[in-house]
């Protein structure tokens, strides 16, 4: 009992760090949900919009959240590669910055991007071709797919000679709490134009997760990183290819995950529990005798545990 | 306390703990409450008299002490602590071997324990747990798992006897953690936590061991069977909905 009453004084900054806790723990698309019975719990506002103001923020980036744009002029994603000061963050494909209130979820206004905040024509080109193959690619693999290409690094630079960074994202998420699942498929590649060396290394990160919760809770947590390269070409070029390695790795991926889903019931799940004993037959409740004499028996010879 | 329980629902099933005794801190007023409706992942001591294992719920403890079901003993040691009577004893041994001949056959390795204790209306309650580590450095025979823990909780309540029947009521909690990791495919992990009821009126003639064991078994399967099929199955389709893998039917041909 004396430890449950030192454990009840909890300072304020605990409880802060507490409901930030379960805000970031939040399956996809339920932080909302989640926010709602954390506000009720910690019972007090300033708690409570202290640890939103810091979880929300981190929730909405590591989960790529898309939004739409205050003017319906399309989606902006909320990833720290289209952050800027503010709370707000870049739109590339129509040079528009996005205001986001993080808590809410949503844009509250859009102005153009200046020239400072887009990267220059050279890396632009690269960057729109790469686009406009991505879109492509995502239109027709994912229903509900959104897409950006971001410069990553190197955005000022003028012409040949040196290197710079993309960022191909993409997000796909689901929510139908009326099925009781929800779900999400985030994608990072990064793509790294080497001039000296005249390549483009790819790296990619795929994070998917899926909760279903009808009578019970059930989630899925799947994270892939791999690697790739092509050359270094024309943009136009460099656009297809890049974007034929995602292809190509993305439903490697996919194919994985099916094969890991498959296996489940023969074997995988077989070192937790088997579907019938090793005795292929159903445990003779009925006949538990034989089981006591056996049992002495191997006591008396001295053999078994 | 119900916004509680609406946390419990949709916190990752692998962070149960965390999560429990996070709640605990924030609401010490319920404690009693959390620990009574949220399930955990089982815990175990060393008899140490035996030199065997036993799992620690609700159901064993007396103040800071948990009793053993193989020397009847508390861990640590407690003067007074609650024992079954001698007769719901004799039961509670008996259940203690056959229920670990069964673990053994369903689940090759593992730990399992069963406590009795008699309830307020001449009947008794029953509770079997059973603990599995299934990873490969576990007790994975397979070694397919990088992660894998199935905990099983079964509360029966067996009411007293009427015209040769006994009514028993069975709660069953089956939590799982398995995760695979390889080079191929990258981590992949599935958590899962669900519970069910199940009523029946059964004849005594087969001795009260038999009755509730064949209910166990009818119960894990039909848990084990619903988190295959239908909980992963729905984690699954989602997938597919989020990237439907049309693509990868044509670029894969079946190999055989």
Redesign the interface.
Known sequence: MAE??E??E?SDK??VE?AK??LL???PG?IQ??A???K???NSDDLYNEAASEAFPFYNKSHLISLQLSNRSGDVLVTSFGELEGNAFLEPRTAQVAMVDHVKQVCTGVRPATDEELPSPYVEEFRCNLDAEVIKYVEE?????VCSVYCASGKDVEGPGSNFELAVVIS???HSPQN??????CSIWNIDFKDDQQTVEVKGK?Q?G????????????????CKDATLFQAPEECALAITSIIRHH????????????L???D?????????????RT??P??N?LQ??LT?DISKELGIGK | ME??M??????????TE??LS???????NH?SDLLSQVDQPLQVLCDVQCGKEFILCEYNRDADSYRSPWSNKYHPPLEDGSLPSLELRKLETEAN??FA??RD????GGISSVYMWEDDNEGFVACFLIK?D??KTG???????EE???DAIHVIEVGPEEEENTNYRLTSTVM?T?T?NNE?????????????QMSMKLSVA?GH??NM??MI?EM??KL??S???V??G??????C?????S??AQ??MPES
């Open positions: 449950e009453e454990e009840s909890l605990q409880k507490i806790w379960f723990n939040s399956p339920e949900y989640v709602k019975d954390v009720s719990i910690l693999t994912y229903p509900k797919g796909a998420a689901r009781f699942c929800n779900g999400s498929w795929v998917v899926a909760h279903y919760f009808e009578e019970g809770n059930v989630q899925l947590d799947a994270k892939h990183e993305e439903t490697e991926y996919l194919a994985s995950l099916e094969a890991s889903y296996n489940l019931p074997s995988t799940f077989k070192d937790l529990r088997r579907k019938l004993p090793v005795t159903l445990f409740w009925h538990t089981f006591s049992r | 916004a509680a609406g946390l419990m629902r949709r916190i990752p099933p692998k962070h965390t999560a996070a709640l605990l801190s924030l609401m010490p404690s071997d056959i001949i069964y056959q369903y689940y090759e599995k299934g990873s007790q994975g025979r397979r070694g397919y798992l894998g823990a199935w799982l398995l695979t191929s495919s990258g981590t992949f992990s599935l958590s899962g936590s669900i519970r069910r087969d061991l038999c064991g064949r078994e894990e399967s084990r069977n988190l295959d099929q909980y992963f729905k984690t699954r389709e989602m997938v909905t989020l990237r439907p893998p693509e990868v670029m894969r």
